[in-house]
C-alpha cells in the first residue's frame, strides 16, 4: 500500500436520479459510466498510490461493466468492497478495508463518485493542506443569498452568508486519524454525520477549507447527468453547435486543437507583480479585478480557446464582485477542469511575458513549476519566457505588462507522459 489512497464512495442508490436506470454512478455520460469518468480524473494524479471503490453489495456486476476493464490497465484500482447502508457506514467500510493492507496509507482522500469533473489542481491542493493539518476539504464560498423556510413555504429571515463554504470533495485527512475517528462514532452510535469532516470535527481535529472550483460538480438528479453528458459531448462555444455531439470524422485520430489567449495589465503604485502565479518584487503593482497574473489570465484563455468555451470573463465577470482580489490559479484551474470534463488533455503549454521589468529569467523555473502545479501538465511541456518591446509602446514605457499564451489540447487516448 502506498503513502496516499483515495476511497470512492458509490454504494448509494441515487434515487433523484430516478430509480428506472439504476444507480447514478453507472449511468452512461458520454460513452462511459458517471463512475468511470470518476476514477479517470482521480488517477491523473501521480501522487494517488491507489483507488479503492466502495460499492454496494448487489453491484459487483454492474462495478464489472461501468469500469471497462479499467482496473486490469490500471494497476492502483484495488478490488471493491461492499458498503453499508449509509454513506458513513460505507466511508467506515471503506477505511476498514484500507487498514488491514501493510502498510496502511499515511493519508486518505474521500471524494464522491459522482463528482466526474474532480480536477487534477484540485486533488492536488487538498494533499498539501494535510501537510499542516489534520484534514482538508475541497470548498467553495457561498455566494448567494440564503433564506430561512418558516415551515409554511414563506421567509422567516435571512441567513448571513459571511464565512459560509459549501462544502464539496475529495475531502482528505490523516489515515489515521479519520479512521479513529470512524471507529468513535461507530461505537457511540453516532451515524447521523453528513460528511467525513464532520466525524472528524466532533472528535477535535482541525481541518482547513481549500478553495475549490465550481465546475467540480456533484450529479444529484437526471438533469444533472444529462448536462454532464451534453457537456462531455457538445462543441462548447459555438451556440450553433452546443447540443450538437463533438465527433471526430476518424475517431482513431486524435482530435488536436490549438488555442491562443492574450492579456493587458496596467502598473500602477505596489511593490510587486504576481505573474505565472509567483510573486515578484517590483516597484509597482499590477492593476486588476483580480490579482491581475497576466500571464495566467492568457493561459486561460488560451484553453478556454482551445474548447471555443468563451473567454475569462465569460465565467469570471468582472463585474461581480465575488472575483475580487482573488488569485487567478482558479481561473486557470477552472479552464483545465473544463479541458478534462471533455476528455481533453492539454499537452503543451506557451507563455510568453511582455515587459521591460522586472527580470523574468531568474524566475522562469519557478513559474514553469507553478504552472506545472495548477494544471497537471508536466514541466518539460511547459514553456515560459520573456522579451521587451525595445521600449516601444505602453510597455515599453513601462506602464504595464502584456502577456500572450498558446494552450495544445488534445481530445482522445494520449499518453500524459
Known amino acids: 500500500m502506498g503513502q496516499t489512497a483515495v476511497l470512492i464512495v458509490a454504494a448509494g442508490r441515487g434515487s433523484r436520479a430516478g430509480e428506472a436506470d439504476g444507480p447514478k454512478q453507472y449511468r452512461p455520460i458520454a460513452g462511459g459510466s458517471v463512475l468511470q469518468r470518476t476514477l479517470e480524473a482521480v488517477l491523473q494524479v501521480r501522487e494517488i498510490d491507489s483507488v479503492l471503490v466502495v460499492i454496494h453489495p448487489q453491484d459487483h456486476d454492474r462495478y464489472e461493466a461501468a469500469i471497462g476493464g479499467l482496473a486490469e490497465r490500471e494497476g492502483r484500482i484495488l478490488a471493491p468492497v461492499a458498503g453499508g447502508a449509509t454513506r458513513q457506514a460505507s466511508v467506515h467500510a471503506g477505511l476498514e478495508a484500507l487498514a488491514v493492507h501493510s502498510p496502511a496509507p499515511a493519508k486518505v482522500l474521500i471524494h464522491d463518485a459522482a463528482r466526474p469533473f474532480v480536477s487534477p489542481r484540485c486533488i492536488a491542493d487538498v494533499l498539501a493542506a494535510l501537510e499542516t493539518s489534520d484534514g482538508a476539504i475541497s470548498a467553495i464560498p457561498v455566494t448567494d443569498t440564503l433564506k430561512r423556510d418558516a415551515g409554511d413555504g414563506s421567509i422567516a429571515g435571512t441567513v448571513s452568508r459571511d464565512g459560509l463554504w459549501r462544502a464539496l470533495t475529495p475531502q482528505g485527512f490523516g489515515f489515521a486519524a479519520i479512521l479513529a475517528a470512524h471507529r468513535a462514532a461507530a461505537a457511540a452510535g453516532r451515524n447521523d454525520f453528513t460528511d467525513d469532516a464532520a466525524i472528524l470535527e466532533w472528535r477535535g481535529g482541525r481541518i482547513v477549507l481549500v478553495a475549490g472550483s465550481p465546475a467540480n460538480v456533484k450529479l444529484t438528479t437526471a438533469q444533472d447527468i444529462a448536462e454532464a453528458d451534453a457537456r462531455l459531448r457538445c462543441v462548447a462555444g459555438a451556440s450553433s453547435q452546443l447540443d450538437q455531439p463533438d465527433e471526430i470524422a476518424d475517431p482513431a485520430v486524435p482530435d488536436v486543437r490549438v488555442g491562443h489567449g492574450y492579456d493587458v495589465h496596467a502598473l500602477g503604485p505596489g511593490t510587486g507583480v504576481v505573474l505565472c502565479g509567483i510573486t515578484i518584487p517590483h516597484d509597482g503593482g499590477l492593476i486588476g479585478h483580480s490579482d491581475a497574473d497576466v500571464a495566467l489570465h492568457a493561459l486561460t484563455d488560451a484553453l478556454l480557446g482551445a474548447l471555443g468555451d468563451g473567454d475569462i470573463g465569460t465565467h469570471f465577470p468582472p463585474s461581480d464582485p465575488k472575483w475580487r482580489g482573488q488569485s487567478s490559479d482558479l481561473f486557470l484551474a477552472d479552464a483545465v477542469a473544463r ?28 513559474m514553469i513549476e507553478r504552472v506545472s502545479a495548477i494544471t497537471g501538465v508536466s514541466p518539460g511541456r511547459i514553456s515560459v519566457k520573456a522579451t521587451t518591446s525595445e521600449r516601444l509602446g505602453f510597455t515599453g514605457r513601462r506602464e504595464g505588462i502584456a502577456a500572450l499564451a498558446t494552450a495544445t489540447v488534445v481530445f482522445g487516448s494520449v499518453s500524459r507522459r
Do not use: S
Request: hydrophobic share 40%; net charge positive.
Open 339 to 366: 479541458v478534462r470534463a471533455r476528455r481533453g488533455v492539454p499537452t503543451h503549454l506557451d507563455i510568453t511575458l511582455v515587459c521591460e521589468a522586472p527580470r523574468i529569467g531568474p524566475h522562469r523555473l519557478a
